[in-house]
Structure formats: structure tokens, C-alpha cells
């Protein structure tokens, strides 16, 4: 059998671990076997197949494996307490004008000012929190 062919059945073996442990170290090591198994089918020799396998496996983990794992660490933001609420939706359940009222806001009742002085809300209209301050949100 070609060591083309055993290179292959490396890269296979190893995605194997790569898909029931999910991870990425195995696909990288998978690629290295794949790249390997192209110098094989080029004529190389046994040592430049294993040269090529190891270079291109730790190429993959130096250069690949820290962006892979800055993207997951990231994630989405995830806005908590009172900057989950600049944005949201809220009803207005008292008249709001720029001296005060009340809002429903996530289901609860807050009190709310309108941020632009002279303007008035009445009851079931939909407001935009812009900010809060202290229990008082401000609303567009």
C-alpha cells in the first residue's frame, strides 16, 4: 500500500476524535496527516512526509489554535443590569412628560421622564429607554 494512503488513514483517524471530543487539536493534526499525504502522492520520501506532517500540524496550532480560541472566549456581548435596558421597549402606564411618570418596562413598573423637555407620552404608547438614571428611566 501507497504511504499516500496510510497518510489518509491518519488524517482520518484523527478527525475520529475530532468529531466525538470536539477538539480542534485533532483537526489541526488531521490537516498536517492530509498535507503529508500530498507530499506522498508527489514522490516524496518518508522523512519529508513526516517533516511536512509536523510542520504544517504546528504551524496550525501556533497560528490557528489562539485566534479559534480569542473568537470562542469572546462570544457576544451580553448586556447585563442597567445597560441591558438602554434600548429596550417599555409602555407607558402614566402620562410621562419631562417631570416624571410611569412605564412598564421588562414587566415591571418603572418610574420615566421624557428626555425631551415639552414632550408628553400618554398611557399605552410605545417608549424607547435612552438611559437611566438612578429608578428613573429616560424615554423617547
Do not use: C
Not at 60 to 75: E, N, S, T
Not at 97 to 108: S, T
Amino acid at each position: 500500500m501507497d504511504s499516500w494512503v496510510w497518510w489518509l488513514v491518519v488524517a482520518v483517524g484523527l478527525g475520529i476524535p475530532l468529531v466525538i471530543t470536539a477538539m480542534p487539536e485533532f483537526g489541526m493534526f488531521a490537516v498536517g496527516a492530509l498535507a503529508a499525504a500530498g507530499t506522498a502522492g508527489l514522490g516524496a520520501g518518508v522523512v519529508a512526509q513526516f517533516i511536512v506532517f509536523v510542520a504544517v500540524s504546528v504551524a496550525l496550532l501556533l497560528v490557528v489554535r489562539p485566534i479559534a480560541y480569542r473568537h470562542l472566549k469572546q462570544g457576544p456581548p451580553v448586556r447585563m443590569g442597567i445597560e441591558a435596558l438602554k434600548g429596550a421597549s417599555a409602555v407607558v402606564q402614566e402620562r410621562v412628560d419631562d417631570q416624571g411618570g410611569r412605564i412598564k418596562l421588562n414587566g415591571e413598573i418603572w418610574s420615566a421622564r421624557a428626555l425631551n423637555p415639552g414632550t408628553v407620552y400618554e398611557p399605552g404608547q410605545q417608549v424607547d429607554v435612552i438611559e437611566i438614571e438612578g429608578a428613573t428611566a429616560l424615554v423617547v
